[in-house]
């Protein structure tokens, strides 16, 4: 996959190394030279740009990403400009950080779906994330067996456990289901919010974009990810 990072501070940083030492192609952006030259070996690609300059911006290979993520955190004024300018070329998918309440108040104003926030293992856990495609988060067990949050295929929409019947035809055991709604904030721009079902039922009817969490052995869960 390619992906722009913008913003190499510690998070951006990290996130890009360890996307590029997944075998993603990861362009990083930041308009510090210091630390362009200093990760430009550890990479794909480093570019030393102001963010907030609009021609600049338009020189990225933004629609032929597959993420664009901002990464920008010291300078909040410069983080929602970036973001505004790369919302307005339409990346395929956009995900900004947030420093704090107001700065995710304004993000949310501006109709970003995707918000993370500076946690200390945020830049590990997404980069898995991103690697993986469909796994929203994993825990292992042992070598076999893993606890993980998925997107539920495309072929799986519409169906009931029942129909589906994923212990019989995969081996795999539903936890529970974690459902996406929509709500209109203070802005008057609808989010997106998770709503955990708790114990379902056979007869729970699965909807396009539930996360499954889903127990069973790798190979298993693989097989049900690639429907």
Do not use: W
């Not at 590029?20 to 990760?39: F, P, W």
């Not at 469909?134 to 893993?146: E, H």
């Amino acid at each position: 996959m390619k992906f722009i990072v913008l913003g190499l501070g510690n998070f951006g940083s990290e996130l890009s190394i360890k996307l590029t030492e997944l075998g993603h192609e990861v362009i990083g952006v930041d308009s510090n030279m210091k630390r362009v030259e200093y990760l430009q070996d550890s990479i794909t690609h480093t570019i030393c740009m102001d963010t907030t300059d609009q021609s600049a911006v338009r020189s990225l290979p933004v629609r032929n990403s597959d993420v664009v993520i901002i990464g920008i955190g010291e300078d909040t004024g410069a983080s929602i400009i970036t973001t505004a300018l790369i919302k307005q070329m339409k990346a395929n998918r956009l995900i900004a950080r947030a420093i704090n309440p107001a700065h995710q108040q304004v993000m949310e104003a501006m109709g970003i779906d995707e918000i993370i926030h500076p946690e200390a293992d945020t830049a590990y856990r997404l980069a898995k994330r991103l690697d993986i495609g469909t796994i929203v988060d994993s825990f292992t067990l042992d070598d076999q067996y893993k606890v993980i949050e998925a997107t539920l295929p495309d072929a799986f929409v519409g169906k009931t456990i029942r129909e589906v019947d994923f212990q019989k035809e995969f081996n795999i055991n539903i936890v529970t289901i974690v459902r996406n709604k929509e709500k209109v904030n203070n802005f008057g721009q609808v989010q997106v919010f998770h709503e955990i079902l708790g114990v379902v039922s056979p007869e729970t009817r699965l909807e396009a974009r539930d996360m499954l969490v889903v127990f069973g052995k790798v190979d298993d869960i693989d097989r049900m990810l690639k429907k």
